[in-house]
């Protein structure tokens, strides 16, 4: 995946915010400077400022039982 997209899902920027961070030169892929259009790997260290980017694979799905007359909404 691309690395605009891998900041974009980790919730750090919008793909052009992300692509603002790597020009500024603040992301960093396995302590090289990133450039726009690199690859990201399972298993890459990525981080933005100084801070490790981990993105959340699984979606968590929750069944709820509610009682009759309460309001529920997504």
Same mark, same amino acid.
């Not at 980790?10 to 030169?25: F, M, Q, V, Y």
């Not at 399972?42 to 959340?56: K, T």
């Given at each position: 995946?691309?690395? +605009? ?9 919008? #793909?052009?915010?992300?692509?603002? *961070? ?12 990133? =450039?726009?259009?690199?690859?990201? +790997?399972?298993? !890459? ?7 490790? *980017?981990?993105?959340? #694979? !699984?979606?968590?799905?929750?069944? *709820?039982? =509610? ?8």
């Amino acid at each position: 995946m691309r690395i +605009n997209k891998f900041i974009s899902e980790a919730g750090k920027a919008s #793909r052009r915010g992300a692509d603002k *961070l790597i020009n500024e030169r603040r992301v960093i892929i396995n302590g090289k400077v990133a =450039k726009i259009g690199d690859q990201v +790997n399972p298993g !890459d260290d990525v981080r933005v400022n100084g801070e490790q *980017l981990r993105i959340a #694979r !699984d979606h968590v799905y929750i069944a *709820l039982n =509610k009682p009759v007359g309460i309001t529920c909404t997504s």
